[in-house]
Structures are given as structure tokens and as C-alpha cells.
């Protein structure tokens, strides 16, 4: 397969990432069919495209006609097995837990067409722990986009030993084709890069703030106005929601055995309180008023 013979993209999770990858899809020219579990979800999924698009065209970056085609271009369906009957390259963006995502891909190598190829967006869970659940293997493979997925730029693909040549490079010219900036992990390492890059300077940054050197405010002043980061790690975490930065911690504990790998206590607080971040109006910050 080439990256022309992607016609058509299914979008497994209309959560956090999955609503944005399945409209950039669309936007990109794809019919793209987004799914969800969760009808609430799917619908502001839905709500989302139609006030993002026309937003874009308010801000000029857009044509009414271009707007219009991307919104003909993405469906939402609860419908597992309808959004992937016909698809070429399907994306599972759904929660970071291997055996649902194990579950998801045995069923859609069962849904979607022989030569699909199937991708995870985990952000840390390594293609080949999923792979096996499928008998197509060498097209299951890591297509790792950023949050906010229509903003952020890079995707990383990484390269199991499982992921054929051809896997590999389709799935790198389809983000291109997608207008983002792919590089190429060759081989597997829990987190990739950019998690594990950042995941050492969240630790560090957490340390700071829990052994009373700095506030998380002033730690994330100290980033943005220091180092030149866009935002300082605990909005960040804010942003990526703290409930997924405890799952990292606990499955990377449960890789590694290290202690120092487990999820920090401030971090622990706030998800048994529910405080995931934005998602939920309250993190490290207070989000209620927007
Ligand atoms: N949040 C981030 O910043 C970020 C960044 C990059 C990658 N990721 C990865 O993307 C994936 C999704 O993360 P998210 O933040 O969007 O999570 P989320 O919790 O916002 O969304 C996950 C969605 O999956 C749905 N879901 C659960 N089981 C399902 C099933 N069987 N079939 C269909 N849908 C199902 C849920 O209803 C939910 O809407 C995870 O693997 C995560 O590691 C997240």
C-alpha cells in the first residue's frame, strides 16, 4: 500500500485527542468516521467541529468552502463496526490501558479491511504489546500525535520489530499529507522520545515543588521565561490531564520496579480527588471560571 491508496481514515476515541485527529483528518481532505463509546462524548466531538470549523473561517484560515467540505468529510457513529468497514488506516485514540486497546485492535482486525493498517496514539504503551492480538502484525504500529493534535506538530512513528518497511512509510507520509512534522523512532523504547524527555523534566519539576523550593506557578514562570518552553510543566500536565500522567507513572512502575518511577504523592491527590487538570476545571490550577 501507498499513501495515496488512504482514502479513508476510522478514529477509534472522540476524547481528548481523538475528536482533534479525527478533524484534522477531515480537514486534510480524509473521510474520516470517528467512534466513541460514550454518546455524550461523541456528541461534543460533533459540537466541536461545528463550532472549530466555522471559527477557522471567522479567523480567515479558512474558506466557508473548505469548512464546509472538511464537516461533510468527518462522521460520528457509536458504531464500531461501521466506522471501520471501509477504512484504510484506522488511529485508536482511546484510554491508556493495554488490555482495551488489545481488545479494540482484535476487534478491528476483524472490522477493517485486510490491507488497513491499524495505529495507536498511546503515548507510552510500545505497538508490539498490542500487535499480537491482531494477524496482521506487521501494519499494527505507534502514530504518536501532541495535545492539542490540530496545533502540535510532530507525530512520532516508531518502528517496532514487527512493523514492515512499507507500514512504516505510509504511515510516515500520511502525516505529512496531514501537514505535521513525523519522525521516525527506529526502534521501540517505552515513552518515545519526547515523553520520556519530558517525563524526566516533570519529575524533576515535581520534586522542586513538593520539597517547598518553588511554587508550581513560579517552577512554571521559571520554564516559560527561563528556558523558553510555550508553558511550564504542571499547566502542561494540566493540559495533558493527571489522571494520564498517574496511568504513566503506574505503568512504568510496573515495567521498571523502580520505586522512584511511582506516581509522585502531589500527583496521586489530585487524581484520587478527580482533579485531572483542564478537563475537569481543576489540576495544579483553577480552570472553573472558563
Ligand atoms: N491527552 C494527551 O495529551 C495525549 C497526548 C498524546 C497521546 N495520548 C494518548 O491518546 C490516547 C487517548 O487519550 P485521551 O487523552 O484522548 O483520553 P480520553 O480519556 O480523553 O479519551 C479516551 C476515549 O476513549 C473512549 N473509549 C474507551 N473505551 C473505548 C472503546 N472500547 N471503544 C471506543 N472508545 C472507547 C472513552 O469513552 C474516551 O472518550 C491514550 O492512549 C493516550 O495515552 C494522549
Not at 7 to 21: P, R
Not at 51 to 79: D, H, I
Not at 100 to 114: G, N, S, T, Y
Request: with cysteine.
Amino acid at each position: 500500500m501507498k499513501v495515496d491508496d488512504v482514502k479513508k481514515i476510522c478514529v477509534v476515541g472522540a476524547g481528548n485527542m481523538g475528536h482533534q485527529i479525527s478533524l484534522l483528518c477531515a480537514i486534510h481532505g480524509y473521510k474520516t468516521t470517528c467512534t466513541d463509546i460514550v454518546p455524550e462524548v461523541l456528541k461534543k466531538a460533533e459540537n466541536f467541529a461545528d463550532t472549530y470549523l466555522p471559527g477557522r473561517v471567522k479567523k480567515g484560515k479558512m474558506t466557508e468552502e473548505q469548512a464546509k467540505q472538511a464537516r461533510a468529510n468527518v462522521s460520528f457513529t457509536g458504531n464500531l463496526a461501521d466506522a471501520a468497514k471501509d477504512a484504510d488506516y484506522v488511529i485508536e485514540a482511546v484510554i491508556e490501558v493495554v488490555p482495551v486497546k488489545r481488545k479494540i485492535f482484535a476487534e478491528l482486525d476483524k472490522l477493517a479491511p485486510a490491507h488497513a493498517i491499524l495505529a495507536t496514539n498511546s503515548s507510552a504503551i510500545v505497538s508490539s504489546s498490542i500487535a499480537d492480538a491482531t494477524k496482521r502484525p506487521s501494519q499494527v504500529v505507534n502514530l504518536h500525535f501532541f495535545n492539542p493534535a490540530l496545533v502540535m506538530k510532530l507525530v512520532e512513528v516508531v518502528k517496532g520489530p514487527h512493523v514492515s518497511d512499507e507500514t512504516a512509510q505510509v504511515s510516515m507520509d500520511l502525516c505529512t499529507k496531514l501537514d505535521k512534522v513525523p519522525i521516525l523512532l527506529k526502534k521501540e523504547v517505552d515513552g518515545f522520545v519526547v515523553n520520556r524527555i519530558l517525563g524526566a523534566l516533570t519529575r524533576e519539576a515535581l520534586w522542586l515543588q513538593e520539597m517547598g523550593v518553588a511554587s508550581a506557578e513560579d517552577i512554571d514562570k521559571a520554564m516559560v521565561y527561563g528556558a523558553g518552553h510555550p508553558m511550564g510543566p504542571f499547566r502542561l500536565m494540566d493540559l495533558i490531564g493527571i489522571d494520564l500522567q498517574f496511568t504513566l507513572d503506574i505503568e512504568r512502575f510496573k515495567k521498571t520496579g523502580d520505586p522512584a518511577t511511582l506516581p509522585y504523592p502531589s500527583v496521586v491527590e489530585r487524581y484520587t480527588k478527580g482533579q485531572y487538570g483542564q478537563k475537569t476545571g481543576k489540576g495544579w490550577f483553577d480552570y472553573s471560571e472558563k
